[in-house]
């Protein structure tokens, strides 16, 4: 079943963008650059991490520079990564030892990882064209799942392109840290991203990442 038949989208598009993917013409120009400045890194839009009929969905923004784009596996090898992982391994959504490479063998057990855009954007920020350009890779991600029981945002860009895509209102659903918004079939949960800017500051702890996740797992009868 897909999650909304309001979604503004089409059932049949892709989950993943082409590595080439030229949709972004800023984010192609950034993207040719860091493959000529470091041939060796990923380099290319990053695919969604964990099994495609997952009951979880983590979304969060978008490749770091020298996390998931070097990597090419998302939240891996920067510090948002440490954070996420180690909260997946402590609440059973994944297996394994994270070790910041995407050949640490970390399993991801009823949960995936993706971002709301897929390539890196300079200094982090993607523009709002651009976020929306990529939706639709969004929006196929959740539609092809029919098992999806949960929809965790991490951050307010990513949580206002979930609404997006879910054919749902920003104001019928604001953010709000530790908020769960029932907009269709399934919820969708607030977290402020687990980014070292966030957590150095306080805005985000360790116990209120965690808080979120075991909301979660109540919710999902995990707990
Ligand atoms: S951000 Fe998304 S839509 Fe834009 S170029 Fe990358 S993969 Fe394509």
Same mark, same amino acid.
């Given at each position: 079943?897909?999650?909304?038949? =309001? ?12 590595? @080439? ?14 493959? =000529? ?6 380099? $290319? ?16 923004? =978008?490749?770091?520079?020298?996390? /998931? ?10 510090? /948002?990564?440490?954070?996420?992982? $180690? ?9 394994? @030892? ?12 009823? +949960? *995936?990882?993706?971002?709301?855009? !897929? ?20 929006? $196929?991600?959740? @539609? /092809? ?12 860009? +990513? ?5 997006? *895509?879910?054919? +749902?209102?920003?104001?019928? $659903?604001?953010?709000?840290?530790? /908020? ?37 797992? =109540?919710?999902?009868? !995990?707990?």
């Amino acid at each position: 079943m897909p999650i909304s038949s =309001a979604a503004p989208h089409s059932q049949a598009a892709a989950t993943e963008p082409s590595p @080439d993917c030229p949709l972004c013409p800023r984010l192609v120009e950034f993207r040719e650059e860091w493959r =000529a400045k470091e041939p060796d890194w990923f380099n $290319a839009p990053v695919p969604t991490f964990g099994p495609a009929d997952a009951s979880l969905l983590i979304v969060g923004l =978008a490749p770091g520079l020298r996390g /998931a784009n070097r990597t090419g596996r998302p939240f891996t090898g920067d510090f /948002a990564g440490d954070l996420l992982y $180690a909260t997946l391994i402590e609440f059973g959504f994944a297996q394994g @030892d994270y070790r910041a490479d995407p050949n640490d063998g970390l399993v991801l057990k009823d +949960a *995936a990882v993706t971002n709301a855009v !897929r390539c890196v954007p300079p200094q982090n920020k993607p523009a709002s064209g651009e976020i929306n350009t990529c939706r639709p890779f969004l929006s $196929a991600t959740i @539609d /092809a799942n029919p098992r999806l029981k949960g929809i965790l945002a991490l951050g307010r860009i +990513a949580h206002d392109s979930v609404v997006k *895509a879910l054919g +749902a209102r920003l104001r019928d $659903a604001p953010f709000a840290h530790g /908020a769960v918004h029932r907009l269709d079939e399934i919820p969708l949960y607030d977290s402020y991203h687990c980014s070292r800017y966030n957590t150095n500051t306080g805005v985000l702890t360790e116990e209120m990442f965690r808080a979120v996740f075991r909301r979660i797992s =109540a919710d999902l009868g !995990r707990s």
